[in-house]
């Protein structure tokens, strides 16, 4: 595939005097069948409507690299009002960078009006366009030409914009040719564009650990040092952009990017702390890996399990805190993994119901060692006893001695009901006298989540 690229960089390609490349069709392997069908309808309404519109972004690089595209994206000169007019199931969403959905059955097309530069005379209307002190986008909606909306974008391998009519790619930022040479090269001074969106930092961690691109070294450059802007970006979208990060398939390798590029402790700075820690460390890079594997086995894999993996060092941490008080270790399980919730959500907005889940994945931790009498039966029928085991494997897995807890798990779940019943009568007893809780304190306010 990339052969056919060199080709088309070799002599197929023309420039015209400050536009884009122009690559031809049969100078590039992209056809307009590989579009999706909303992709070619929505190009084709606007078209008709009299507007141009072109298939952009991360469809034509991935189809370029030979992936599958994960979604079309479509850029237009038609205004977000314009698109929704042409489109029945079409809906304009976002407030700092309005786009339009428009749907088709169960496909999404992301429509977006061309951006253009935002002036230094500030703007009278706030909703087209407001900055920050630092320099960041608050709003991003001046609309503008082609060229202008090329140069609006992060990098350059997604500054490529496919035509299905004419079956042209119009290669705005040099993107093929970072393509050919896999690298990452963001578009204009890369510090610049890390201040005006930080998000584009995480885009950079996560491109190069899907693409296995090499960052360019102006692209990589102020990455440390911008890495704090993140701390300016919602919670909720920095949590849209942690499952991008963490649940593509290629979570382990954009782990390493991120800390790398020293913006996982940004994310996740509870947990990077303890990664001098090798078990902490395993265990992370566990988790990650095990994500990619089940992903890629198309098993189902829930948000909740891997953060409830990320955030298990510090909450052992915080545990041992509460346990040195005096506490029981449930209760200090408990109220540790309250702790830890309560500080992360600052940083991604988890909702409630992955948190919940959480809670119930790391409260089995220390239930699935009580196994007597009724108990295995009752862990067993638990909703969350499949990720709870799966979790206790991955702690074996980091290298935790749980004196074969998880083997005998895995065994119960294999044999049948007499066998089970001996599996339990095996057991030691549980020590006798204490059977009510330890007495314990009143929580403190401060630590209720
Ligand atoms: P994928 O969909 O595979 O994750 P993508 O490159 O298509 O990758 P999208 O988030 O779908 O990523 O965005 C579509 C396109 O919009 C990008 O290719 C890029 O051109 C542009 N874009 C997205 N986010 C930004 C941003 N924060 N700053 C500048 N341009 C962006
Ligand atoms: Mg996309």
């Not at 197929?12 to 122009?22: D, F, L, N, Q, V």
């Not at 079409?90 to 059955?105: E, K, N």
């Not at 030409?145 to 997604?158: T, V």
Request: net charge positive; charged share 25%.
């Amino acid at each position: 595939m990339l052969k056919r690229i060199a080709k088309t960089l070799g002599f197929k390609k023309k420039r015209t005097a400050s536009g884009p490349h122009i690559v031809p069709p049969g100078s590039h392997p992209i056809v307009p069948e590989d579009m999706s069908r909303g992709a070619s309808e929505v190009v084709s309404g606007l078209e008709q409507a009299g507007y141009t519109a072109y298939v952009v972004g991360g469809c034509v690089r991935d189809l370029l690299l030979g992936l599958k595209p994960k979604d079309f994206d479509v850029a237009t000169n038609a205004t977000p009002e314009e698109v929704k007019a042409v489109f029945r199931r079409a809906q304009i969403i976002g407030r700092r960078f309005r786009i339009v959905h428009v749907r088709f059955g169960r496909e999404v097309i992301e429509v977006t009006t061309f951006r253009a530069h935002h002036t230094n005379s500030p703007s009278k209307d706030k909703n087209l366009s407001r900055q920050s002190k630092e320099g960041m986008l608050l709003r991003d909606n001046v609309f503008g030409s082609i060229d202008e909306d090329a140069s609006r974008r992060d990098f350059s391998i997604n500054a490529m914009y496919y035509h299905p009519t004419d079956n042209t790619i119009y290669d705005y930022a040099d993107g093929l040719q970072d393509l050919e040479q896999k690298t990452l090269r963001i578009i204009g001074d890369a510090a610049t564009r890390y201040r005006e969106d930080p998000v584009r930092m995480l885009r950079a961690a996560r491109f190069a650990a899907k693409l296995d691109f090499q960052l360019d070294q102006k692209t990589f450059a102020p990455i440390p040092e911008c890495a704090a802007l993140l701390g300016d970006i919602s919670s909720a979208r920095l949590f849209d952009e942690s499952l991008k990060l963490l649940m593509s398939g290629m979570a382990f390798a954009t782990y390493q990017q991120l800390c790398q590029l020293e913006l996982f402790a940004q994310l996740y700075p509870q947990t990077a702390q303890l990664l001098d820690d090798d078990f902490y460390q395993a265990l992370i890079a566990q988790a990650m890996r095990n994500t990619d594997a089940r992903i890629n086995n198309r098993q189902r894999v829930t948000p909740a399990f891997i953060y409830a993996a990320l955030l298990w060092p510090p909450l052992v941490e915080q545990r041992k805190q509460y346990i040195a008080k005096g506490d029981s270790p449930l209760y200090s399980l408990q109220q540790a993994g309250s702790d830890v919730i309560h500080q992360q959500i600052k940083r991604t907005a988890i909702p409630k119901r992955f948190t919940a889940m959480m809670k119930e994945i790391w409260d089995l931790q220390a239930r699935l060692n009580k196994r007597n009498g009724q108990n295995a039966a009752r862990l067993f029928s638990h909703p969350r006893f499949r990720a709870a085991y799966d979790f206790l494997l991955l702690r074996e897995q980091a290298g935790e001695q749980t004196e074969g807890l998880g083997d005998w798990w895995t065994l119960y779940q294999e044999v049948d009901e007499d066998e089970r019943e001996a599996m339990i009568a095996a057991l030691p007893k549980p020590k006798s006298g204490k059977r009510g809780r330890r007495p314990r304190r009143k929580p403190k306010a401060d630590h209720a989540s």
